[in-house]
């Protein structure tokens, strides 16, 4: 099996913009629990389009500004133009943002990749090293269970490649349940000579129901053993986190035990499901 060891373990956590007052109050305050823990950086997603635009700048901004940590916007190149992009660049790094999640992004209703002047992930990463130089450390995203919309594996692989080759700095894969398929993707990554640190995406498991619509969207597997038992325990919620955070801490143990770089947490805006899964982790395990 071949790991990741040369590279120090880090760790992130993910939001997701608000659309109210109030939701952003409550989701500064999440971020300062959080910030306790001194992670490397917090990530915030953004909306297909760009239909979130506006929240997740002040979002980014408020939560670097009021907890110290860097936090990186995600950005993504469909449904906006070169001189829209290019726009929130200078605004980043206006802000003393130095980090980016680059990504394609999800296609507005109705919108076809021919109406981008930026058409995919290798695109933007392009961009944004010709427009700001090494200004920022880019992110791209990974795929250990094959983007929803690649037609295989092999073609998957070779668009991540090209997302490395255009300046990606380190990758966060889509969150999975089967330790193994990340790292077959890590055999297959090197074997092709991409040697960034691929961060795990960790989702925990807190609503069954919510979990499967979304996993059945995103082309990301439940195994059928925990797909079964947490259909076993129907509005059992409390069972449900209990399994949950079981099953997500082994297979968190196992990925740092061979070798992954850090864990990525997709938080949901909520700090107790991901803060149990870490400190379940022993401390020689996190480092």
Known sequence: MNTQNEFSKRYSFEFFPT???????????????????QPDFFSVTYGAGGSTRNRTLSTVIDAQQNTGIPTAPHLSCVGDSKEEIIGLLDHYKANDINRIVALRGDLPSGMGLANSEVRYANELVSLIREHSGD???????????VHPQAP??????????????AGADAAITQYFFSADSYFHFIDRCESLGINIPIMPGIMPITNYS???????????????????QLEAYGDDIESIQRFGEEVVTRMCERLLQGGAPGLHFYTLNQAA????????LSLSERR
């Open 19 to 37: 659309k109210t007052d109030a939701g952003a109050e409550k989701l500064l305050a999440t971020a300062q629990q959080l910030a306790q823990y």
């Open 210 to 228: 919510k979990l499967a619509r979304f996993s059945d969207a995103c082309g990301a597997e439940i195994p059928r053993w925990v797909r079964k």
């Open 152 to 165: 295989n594996f092999e073609q998957d692989l070779l668009n991540f490649k090209r997302k490395v080759e």
């Open 273 to 280: 499901p991901s803060l149990a899964i870490w400190n379940n």
């Open 135 to 145: 200004h920022f450390e880019i992110e791209v995203a990974a795929y250990p269970e």
